[in-house]
């Protein structure tokens, strides 16, 4: 950290009005009155664009992967759909025989799929099935084609049974039905930072640049609200041997696989006689792989094009909406490290989660160590595009997150940030939301206004985000949106309890989804989470 800089810190704690201060008091009252204008953030990937708002059965909100904690010889994919569905409305959220819903897997980094796991559903009477509705799964198997038009493979049913129920055959087991949401996150208060209604997650109004406003304290020391509380959707769950989908190695490295979700909705042949039949072809309407990327990087405006777009393609399509990442090397001359942003956010007392006492913390602690070690601006990148989920067969589930092998706890150096991914695959109880924003504000390339005499003040740079126009700097700044007690902030693995935030108990046997919310009145009525 350079002597500037350090001084400035030191304005900073003791809370001076002097020069830089009062620049910055500028810069946040800057802020409030401009924001990012085409990022409209509903959260993970819940009613991402106008289409999928229009079909919520083949709205994809979240996937899952990760090795069964009781085997870890198995496998585990989960894709909820069908978001918000309401329980007082339960009959109504269904599947739809119109889509084909895939798992698609990748062994090398081309991110083309190599296997796809399929299911299709049929109405049938309620004598048959209770539920109304059947599943068929075909695979783990090679595509007869791949990208955004698919077909469905023709051989047995891996599966068949009716939804609502455990089904087994061989080695795979699947649930298909009404399930509660696992996604978890104050998306309300989000949107108000983004809109310039509020500033931060959580109120500090002893701030040294002046009260930032957010939610206040609650009596019980928590201040999130949790806007996915309530809520069920429809999943599919799979279980089978990891041993069926292992490959050569995404990315090169042994043991790694690269997996997404996607929903296609059936098309039509027009061949020369212009009948238009039905044919086997079914086209991509939406894809998911990590989270949130969809929700935070890419704007409004081409969320259409990216559902209907392939991995294979997102470096060359959707790099430039992701920003420079911090390196070792100062690359401004105003201490524009990776160890200065962890110094100025510590000094501006965004790391102490408890602060004075519980409930009166301003932000996360560090999930990086200042001295964590990156020499490629790419980083951010590299961890994020393509965008599938990258899950290594060969690693128990012990909660490896990011940076935990600098840090010096259970990781696998081979995991770390940039490598392969935000994290080791995608457990329901991760706190993935705090992941992306504690990340983000650690290395995320963030441009100041000149003379300010912060790390990375001076004049506007390509590829680093704007302070004074870009609201979701300081949605990132606390690293937390405050859903867990203040003492659990700092743990965002599948341990973290209760539940990783979640308002249900999620189950530690498949399908490892929380049981529904049932129709209201009925026992183990929870409800909506209380607003402030």
């Not at 030191?10 to 002097?18: A, D």
């Not at 209604?197 to 500090?204: P, T």
């Not at 991760?430 to 005499?453: C, H």
Request: net charge negative; glycine share 12%; with cysteine.
């Amino acid at each position: 950290m350079n002597v500037k800089m350090h001084e400035t810190l030191e304005v900073f704690v003791r809370h001076s009005l002097g020069r830089t201060t009062m620049a910055l008091i500028a810069v946040l009252a800057l802020a409030g009155a401009f924001f990012y204008p085409t990022i409209k953030v509903t959260a993970s990937d819940h009613r991402d664009s106008p289409t999928a708002d229009a079909n919520g059965e083949g709205d994809i909100t979240d996937i899952f992967a990760f090795l069964d904690p009781n085997d870890a010889s198995q496998l585990v994919l989960i894709m909820n759909v069908n978001p918000f569905a309401v329980p007082a409305e339960t009959p109504t959220y269904r599947f739809s025989p119109d889509f084909l819903y895939q798992f698609k897997i990748a062994h090398d980094q081309r991110a083309v799929e190599d296997l796809v796991i399929q299911a299709v559903f049929e109405d049938v009477a309620t004598t048959v099935c209770a539920s109304g509705q059947m599943i068929k799964i075909y695979g783990p198997a090679r595509p007869e084609v791949v990208g955004t038009r698919n077909i469905v493979l023709e051989d047995r049913p891996t599966v068949k049974g009716c939804t609502g129920q455990t089904l087994q055959q061989g080695h795979m087991q699947v649930f298909s039905g009404l399930r509660d949401d696992p996604f978890v996150t104050d998306v309300g208060q989000l949107n108000r930072i983004l809109s310039s209604k509020q500033d931060l997650f959580r109120d500090f109004p002893g701030f040294a640049l002046g009260a930032l406003r957010g939610r206040p304290v609650r009596t019980n020391k928590t201040s999130g609200v949790d806007g996915f509380g309530g809520f069920n959707v429809t999943s599919i769950a799979i279980e089978l041997p990891k041993s069926e989908v292992s490959g050569s190695g995404f990315l090169g490295a042994k043991g790694l696989v690269g997996i997404w979700g996607t929903t296609s909705v059936k098309g039509k042949r027009a061949d020369l006689d212009h009948d238009f039949d039905l044919d086997r072809t079914y086209v991509q309407f939406q894809r998911v792989g990590q989270q949130l990327f969809k929700t935070v990087f890419v704007p409004s405006t081409m969320r259409e094009a990216f559902n209907a777009s392939k991995p294979v393609d997102d470096v060359k399509n959707w790099s430039s909406l992701v920003p420079d990442a911090l390196t070792t090397k100062d690359n401004d001359g105003t201490g524009n490290t990776i160890s200065g942003r962890a110094g100025l956010l510590t000094a501006l007392g965004f790391t102490d989660a408890n602060g004075s006492n519980p409930g009166a913390g301003h932000g996360a602690p560090l999930l990086l160590p200042g001295s964590f070690n990156n020499t490629n601006s790419n980083l951010l990148r590299v961890a994020l595009l393509p965008d599938v989920l990258r899950l290594n067969l060969d690693l128990l589930p012990t909660g490896v997150l990011p940076g935990a092998a600098a840090v010096g706890g259970n990781g696998d150096p081979q995991l770390g940030l940039g490598a392969f991914g935000l994290q080791n695959g995608r457990r329901p109880a991760d706190t993935v939301t705090d992941i992306l924003l504690q990340l983000a504000r650690q290395l995320a390339d963030v441009n100041f206004p000149q003379g300010l005499g912060v790390p990375g003040s001076g004049v506007p740079r390509p590829g680093a985000l704007n302070f004074a126009t870009d609201r979701r700097v300081l949605a990132v700044l606390q690293g937390t949106d405050w859903i867990k007690p203040d003492a659990q902030v700092g743990n965002v693995s599948g341990n973290a309890a209760p539940f990783g935030g979640n308002d249900q108990p999620l189950l530690t046997q498949f399908p490892f989804l929380a049981a529904p919310h049932p129709l209201p009145g009925e026992p183990g009525t929870v409800g909506f989470p209380g607003q402030q």
